[in-house]
C-alpha cells in the first residue's frame, strides 16, 4: 500500500471513529437528560444459597430524588428477544418526569444468569378469549421439545387457578399453573418489584409497571402478586377472561393498555385474524374488564381512548390505539405521550414536561449512527491491518490475473429469481420449524431465535451447494469446463485447482481481529456511557461467558451460510460483470441486495399488504397463526442487516479478490447480533 493510499485509508478510519464517539457522547447526554438523571447499570442478589441469583437492571434516577425526597418508580419489562434497553424510550420519558425508572433483564435475555427455562413450562396451552369474542379455558395439549412447550406457554401464567377442564384428548389438567410447571411468570419482574420497594430514594407505596409483548404478562403476574402495584401500563397484551384467576382477591390497579392496530401477534388481536379495528371493542371480555365499575354514559358503547373509572381507587381502565405495529409499540410517540399522562395521574406526579415533549427518538439515532460508523470502520480497519507480509495474501489484484469468469445478464437474471422464491417458500417454515421444532440439542444450541435462523440459514445453504453440484455434473458430462476455485473467489490464481487453505485461515485471523476490536470498542461504550451499540432493539453489547459459548457454537453453521450463499454463489457462480468505479460497485451491491433479500421483501409484501387492507397478516391468513408472529416481525430487523452485509461482502470481495473477509465478518457480526442479547433458553 503507497503513503498517500494509507493516509486515505486512515483518515476513513478515524472519521468514522470520531463520529461514532461523539455519537454516544451526545447520546449519553440525552439519555442523562444533560446531568438532569443520573443512569445506574448493577445488579441485585435475589435469594441465598446454591439457588441465588442476579437480575441485571438500568436505573433512570432524577436528580432530586434521595432518602428524604423519594420519588414514584416505573418498573419496565421488556418483550421477547430483548433486553433492559429496549424499554429506555418509557424509562427516559418517565425519569424526566420525576419518576425512577428501572429496566430489568428477565429471565433468559440481556445479561440475566437465569435462562428462560427457569420460567417453566406446561403440556397445555391456556387462551384467555376465542376468535369470536367468548371465552375459553384450555384449548390444547401440548407436545415437543421443552423450548416449544416453553414458548407456547408465554400466555399461562403462574397465578392462574382453576377447576379441571378437559383438553382436545379428552384429559383433565387444572389451572394452577404452578402445579404444572409455570413457575415464575414475572421472569424475575416480582423479585425487581420487590426490591425496587427497598430502595431509599423509591416511595415503595408508590410503584408502576409497564411491559411490553412477553413482557405484559410479566406485568400481569407481577401486579397480581404485587397488590400494592398503582398502574400497569401493558405495551401490546393479553385480556383475561373470568375464571382463570382468583378475582376476589387479585386486583389490577389503573389499567393502560396500548393497542398496536397492526398487531402481528394474533394473541394481542383477541385472537381474531383481522387488522385491529372497532369491531376488537365488541370483544365481551375486553369491554368487561375496561369498562368495570367504570361506566358514566349509561352503557354506551365501549370507545378507545376513552378513560373509565377512577384513579383514586384504581378501576381506572383505558385502551389506547396506536397507529403502529407490534415491535415498534416500545418507541412509538403517540404510546409513550398516553403512557407518561397515565402515569402522571396514577402516581399523583407534579411535572412542567408534556407528555409529547419527548427526547428518547434522538438517543436511538445517535446510537445507530454510531454502530454504523462503527462497522463502515471496519473497511479501511481490515486494509490497515493487513498491510503487512503475513496477510498480503489475502489482497489479490486481479488485473494481474486473468479476470474471473461473471455470468451473462440473461442467466444471472434467471438465477437470482430462483434464489428469490426459494427464499421466500422457505422462511415462513423453516424458521419457525428450527425456532420450536426442531430437535436439536437443546442444551448446546440454546438461543431460541437463533435456531430459526440457523435452519433456514442451512436449508438456503444446502440447496444452493446441491444446485450448483448438480449444474457442475451437467457441466461435466457435456464437456463444458467448470469454473474453478479462484473464479468462485476460495483460492488463489496459483492455486485454482484446489481449495486454498491457507487463504482462508488467514482471512479468518484478519476477520476476528477486526470484529475483536470493535467488540473492545462496544465494551468502552458500555463503561463510559452505559449504551451498546444498537438501533431499539439489541444488536451489539458485550457477552456473558455463557453467551459467548453460544456465539462460537453458531458461527459455524453461520459461516457455512455465509460462505456459501453471500461468498461463492454471489462472487463465484453468480459474478456479475466489474468496472472500476464506485457506479458499478453500486449496481453490483444492489444485484446481490436483490438475490439475498429478494424473498424477504415478497414475504414481506405477502405479510403486510393484507394487513394494511384491514384482512390481517397474511402469513396467518396463508399458513396459519404457527407461521406468523416473531420471524415476521423480525424481518424490520433482518432486511437491514443484509442490506449491510451484503455491502461489507461485496466491498471485500472487491478489495481483496476472495469471498472469505467478507463472510466470516459478516457471520461474526450475525451471531453477535444473536447470541448479544436475544432469548437463551
Known sequence: MSRQRKNRVSLALAICLIIAVLSMVFANLIQTDFGKIDVVTAAFRVGDGSDAYDITYKMYIPSDADESNPRPALLCLHGYQNDKETSAAYAMEAARRGIVAVCIDEFGHGSNERSMKYRGFTTYKVQGVSADGTETTVKTKLSGPDRFLLMMNFSTLSFFEGEAFSVN??????????????????MGGIAAFNWLKTIPFVDPENIALTGHSMGTWAAWSVAAVCQDH??????????????????????????????????????????????VSDSMLDSGIREQFFTANGRTDGGAPFKWNTTYGDFNDGTARRVELLETNHRLTTHNRHG???TMDWLVSALGVSTSVSSYDQVFIIKEVLVMIAMIAVMVALCPFVLLVGNNKFFEPIFLDRNEYDPPVYMARKTWWKNAWIAVLISAITYPFMTQLGHGLLPVPENVFRMTIGNGFMTWYLTLAIISVIMICVSRARNKKKGIKNIDYYDMGLSRFKKADRLDWALLIKSFVISVIAVGCMYLLVWLFQILFKLDLRFIWPFFKTFSMERFIQFLVYLIPFSFFFIVNVGFKLFGYMRQKQAPGVGNFIKCWFGNVFVLLGGLLLVTLLEYIPFFMGMGPGADLCFGTTFGGPFMSALILLIPQFVFFTFLSTWFERKTGNVYVGAFISSMLAVWIVTGGSAMF
Open 230 to 275: 398503582k398502574a400497569v401500563i401493558l405495551q401490546c397484551g393479553e385480556v383475561f377472561g373470568d375464571n382463570m384467576f382468583d378475582e376476589e382477591n387479585v386486583e389490577f390497579h389503573n389499567v393502560l393498555m396500548l393497542q398496536a392496530r397492526y398487531d402481528e401477534f394474533n394473541y394481542f388481536r383477541d385472537y381474531r385474524q383481522e387488522t
Open 169 to 186: 384428548e379428552g384429559v383433565n389438567v387444572s389451572l394452577d399453573a404452578d402445579k404444572d410447571g409455570v413457575v415464575d411468570s414475572s
Open 336 to 338: 409513550v405521550a398516553a
